[in-house]
């Protein structure tokens, strides 16, 4: 059960982090494509979203506590 809630809260709180981040900095700003035809955040993208991340994560197992 706590397993299941933490990867919830992780989950939850990578989604509500990607979605702040588009919004801060536009969403053609934050994703980039990489030489193997993928998609992932740039480097100031990355950085904002582990900032983000680090607090919502926070706050969330802080309230389901």
Same mark, same amino acid.
């Given at each position: 059960? $706590?397993?299941?809630? %933490?990867?919830? @809260?992780?989950? #939850? +709180?990578?989604? $509500? +982090?990607?979605? @702040?981040?588009?919004?801060? &900095?536009?969403?053609?700003?934050?994703? /980039?494509?990489?030489?193997?035809? +993928? /998609?992932? #955040?740039?480097? !100031?993208?990355? !950085? #904002?979203? %582990?900032? &983000?991340?680090? @607090?919502?994560?926070?706050?969330? $197992? /802080?309230?389901? %506590?």
């Amino acid at each position: 059960m $706590i397993d299941q809630q %933490n990867d919830r @809260i992780r989950k #939850l +709180s990578a989604n $509500i +982090s990607e979605k @702040i981040v588009e919004h801060r &900095i536009g969403v053609h700003f934050t994703w /980039q494509e990489r030489e193997d035809g +993928s /998609q992932g #955040l740039t480097e !100031d993208a990355q !950085d #904002l979203f %582990n900032e &983000i991340y680090d @607090i919502v994560k926070e706050e969330l $197992i /802080q309230e389901a %506590n």
